[in-house]
């Protein structure tokens, strides 16, 4: 059984920094493209920031430059340093896999809350 389990969120002044972890369980994690979503309060799941089989990264212009993805394929953890954090990044923080096509393709974890505030 596939589960996604986020951890690390808090609350954090703007300019802040946070770093969130993915622990994946029930899948082969080394073999897939694995991501960040975010979700803020009346908008639609995003994804962020992405880590290839391969070591590539990609990442949303709103935090190219701040936010820094990587990941431990022998602890199949997932992770994401956010620095320079701003009220606009509070959201709920998902990780999930990434196709091609940019879609996540397996069952949500519950997410951890992240809320930049002074």
């Known amino acids: 059984q596939v589960q996604l389990v986020e951890s690390g969120g808090g609350l954090v002044q703007p300019g802040g920094s946070l770093r969130l972890s993915c622990a994946a369980s029930?899948?082969?994690?080394?073999?897939?493209?694995m991501g960040w979503y975010r979700q803020a309060p009346g908008k639609q799941r995003e994804l962020i920031a992405a880590?290839?089989?391969?070591?590539?990264?990609n990442y949303a212009d709103s935090v190219k430059g701040r936010f820094t993805i990587s990941r431990d394929n022998a602890k199949s953890t997932l992770y994401l340093q956010m620095n320079s954090l701003k009220p606009e990044d509070t959201a709920v923080y998902y990780c999930?896999?990434?196709?091609?096509?940019?879609?996540?393709?397996?069952?949500w974890g519950q997410g951890t809350q992240v809320t930049v505030a002074s």
């Open positions: 999930n896999t990434v196709s091609p096509t940019g879609i996540a393709t397996m069952r």
């Open positions: 029930g899948i082969s994690f080394r073999v897939y493209a």
């Open positions: 880590s290839t089989t391969g070591g590539s990264t």
